[in-house]
């Protein structure tokens, strides 16, 4: 049998996903048997490769490079999984939605009791004035709402997809978009 490619993408989230997935602990070693990582934090790979079989992402959108990334990934993966509530709603990263990122910036910055005041104009990404939900730049396969998704929750859906049997995906969740 022909492993997948399996990619995950951290965007805009706290790699708190990431950390529920590594939580599944030795069991990730019986996935690797159906799957290859071939792009992800966890892995040392910088360009993100063509022929992708299936891309968790963490994360809303929150800057230009970010819908940059996520289209390629996109173009380029057959099953795109929203791994988490800020890529499913854009969770605690879109709470800056209300303000605006200019506003959010200099409330962070400047508007409490530091040393030096100032919002810093480098070393940071150009961040979008929203923060959003992944679906709403690209068309989303799989949503895997919680924040975390459990580790159970997140290898129990991996395996579902990686042996195809996606009637065995527990709930919450759940195809759609």
């Known amino acids: 049998m022909k492993k997948l490619r399996l990619a995950t993408l951290w965007l805009d989230g706290c790699s708190g996903c990431h950390m529920s997935l590594l939580d599944a602990d030795e069991r990730l070693l ?24 299936i891309t968790c ?27 988490g509530d800020c890529a499913v709603t854009g969770n605690i990263p879109a709470m800056r939605n209300i303000e605006g990122a200019p506003a959010m910036l200099q409330n962070i910055y400047t508007g409490q009791e530091l040393l ?10 150009i961040l979008n004035d929203k923060a959003l939900p992944i679906h709403h730049f690209v ?39």
């Not at 992402?57 to 795109?80: N, Q």
């Not at 030096?116 to 990404?125: E, L």
């Not at 998704?149 to 997809?161: G, I, K, M, R, V």
């Open 30 to 53: 019986e996935l690797t048997a159906f799957f290859d990582i071939v792009y992800s934090p966890l892995v040392d790979v910088k360009q993100f490769p063509e022929k992708v079989d």
């Open 57 to 83: 992402i963490e994360g809303p959108i929150s800057s230009p490079e970010d819908e940059r990334l996520l289209a390629e990934v996109r173009k380029r993966t057959r099953l795109l999984v929203a791994m």
């Open 116 to 125: 030096q005041p100032q919002v810093p104009g480098t070393d940071i990404p």
């Open 139 to 177: 068309p989303v396969d799989l949503f895997i709402p919680g924040c975390p998704p459990s580790a159970d929750t997140l290898f129990t859906t991996l395996t579902a997809l990686v042996k195809g049997e996606t009637d065995q995906i527990p709930l919450p969740a759940c195809f759609g978009a």
